[in-house]
């Protein structure tokens, strides 16, 4: 898929033009990175244009009734489901559970990416005839509304707890908004946060921690001041760029709405895990298997739980190593790639080289404007978070949902993932906080205590003396 992805990239749109719209969703690629070429015939590239075309329409026609679904029955059709799991005895109804479930959870998948490339082509539009009348500063201001007053999924738990905080929702609707959100949302073995019953009070007490309200009126007050300033300059003008705007903003919108309700079915995916365990006494040995293998064993394949306890072993062995890079291309050593004092965490490439770059200048994307000095703080995983200070700059490898509460009591965020949509950039935007993502080598580079410059509108991390 990659090379014919690449085939098609180069009779189409060009390598350089695909290669910088997917550093907008993925972080950092190198022009220079190898991505091999598979030879395809022609009738093999039309037959994969005609599917993709077919698939577009497809879902051009039937997003908006997908749409209306997620917003408004898939939460209650999740909790059906459960329930429904709950009554499976055997592992024959819990087969059929799946069988019954998946086609749900492929489409919702679908859709999320589709709306993802929709969300990216509106944005472009967008930053392309606002950044003809706006200078760089105001033009990452201006994208911090897209959320609109309700704010984007990925600040919806500080929302949720500000809401309950206020008395408009209780803590029953808090949770069950956003018990399936969690720092590691996309691991079936792992706990969500609704599991626990202390979230909403850590959630609440890093709330009380934090000048939410405060930051995001800031960015509301900066946002009617440009267009007040475009609307006096050009009243056509401005007219035409709310439109695009509305239409980037729906589309933001979108995107994170399907995507939190993946996460919700993610959940059920655990659930049913979790049930399968208990109907066979097998604690937490499913994890190690993969959908394919535990669809076997409900089917009488009993052999493949042999395969448990080497990966076990495998598991452990590799849970010691840091975060590896989120892109890979050629033959990928782990082990000695985490023995590399100059290793990169956004990418890796077997055929290139890696120099070591200028200790005291760490570049990144920028996530978002800004300029602040301040403390660091380096955390390596979400269960350091109770670490965290009100007031320190938050270096990580990346953040996703599971560290949104962190954001408003940061001056400012330092990742080593990361792209100008991804999670770090985009709520660092909506809280007009600086950030810098996509950096690579930060949380190797950077220590807590250590008093950095951070500059989001640069991309640029700066280390300081020491005082």
């Known amino acids: 898929m990659e090379g014919l992805s690449c085939q098609v990239c180069n009779i189409t749109l060009g390598r350089a033009f695909i290669l910088q719209r997917f550093s907008q969703l993925l972080g950092h690629i190198p022009d220079q990175m190898h991505i091999p070429d598979v030879k395809v015939t022609l009738r093999d590239l039309l037959k994969f244009l005609a599917l993709q075309t077919g698939l577009s329409i497809w879902m051009l026609f039937t997003h908006k009734q997908f749409l209306s679904w997620v917003q408004h029955e898939c939460p209650e059709w999740c909790e059906n489901q459960y329930r429904g799991l709950q009554q499976c005895s055997n592992n024959q109804e819990l087969l059929q559970f799946y069988s019954d479930f998946e086609a749900t959870g492929i489409k919702s998948f679908s859709m999320v990416v589709f709306l993802a490339m929709q969300f990216l082509i ?70 969500r ?7 909403i009070d850590k959630l609440v007490t890093q709330w009380q921690d934090s000048n939410l309200e405060d930051l995001l009126d800031k960015q509301r007050s900066k946002r009617n001041r440009i267009w007040t300033s475009l609307e006096q300059a050009s009243p056509r003008r401005a007219r035409k760029l709310r439109k695009l705007f509305a239409a980037a903003a729906e589309q933001a919108q979108n995107r994170e709405y399907a995507r939190s309700e993946l996460v919700r079915q993610g959940w059920i995916v655990r659930r049913w895990v979790q049930r399968i365990a208990e109907v066979n006494n097998l604690g937490d040995d499913l994890y190690y298997l993969t959908k394919s293998e535990i669809i076997d064993f409900l089917a009488g394949d009993v052999s493949v739980m042999e395969k448990v306890e080497p990966r076990k072993e495998t598991f452990t062995t590799y ?36 120099e070591a770059d200028d200790e005291d200048l760490i570049r990144g994307f920028p996530g978002s404007a800004g300029v602040v000095v301040g403390t660091v703080r380096l955390l390596g995983s979400h269960e350091q978070m109770d670490e965290f200070l009100p007031g320190e700059i938050l270096v990580t490898s990346y953040t996703n949902v599971g560290w949104t509460p962190l954001f408003p009591r940061a001056v400012a965020i330092v990742t080593d993932i990361g792209a100008p949509l991804s999670h770090a950039a985009i709520v660092a935007r909506e809280l007009g906080i600086p950030a810098v993502v996509g950096t690579g080598s930060a949380t190797m580079k950077l220590k807590s205590g250590d008093r950095v410059k951070v500059n989001g509108s640069e991309g640029v991390v700066e280390l300081l003396p020491s005082k």
Do not use: C
Not at 165 to 191: C, N, Q, V, W
Not at 193 to 199: A, F, H, L, N, T
Not at 328 to 340: A, L
């Open 193 to 199: 946060s609704g599991e626990d019953p202390e979230w």
């Open 319 to 354: 849970s010691q190593l840091p975060v590896l890079p989120n892109i890979i291309s050629g033959r990928f050593d782990p082990f000695q790639w985490s023995k590399d004092p100059n290793r990169r965490t956004d990418y890796f490439d077997a055929h290139l080289s890696y």
């Open 122 to 191: 509106r944005l472009t539009l967008l930053k392309n005839a606002m950044g003809k009348v706006l200078n760089p500063a105001d033009l990452e201001i201006m994208l911090s509304g897209l959320g609109g007053e309700q704010q984007l999924q990925s600040m919806g738990p500080l929302m949720a707890i500000s809401a309950m905080m206020k008395g408009d929702i209780t803590r029953e609707e808090s949770s069950r908004s956003y018990g399936h959100r969690g720092p590691l949302e996309a691991e079936f073995a792992e706990p």
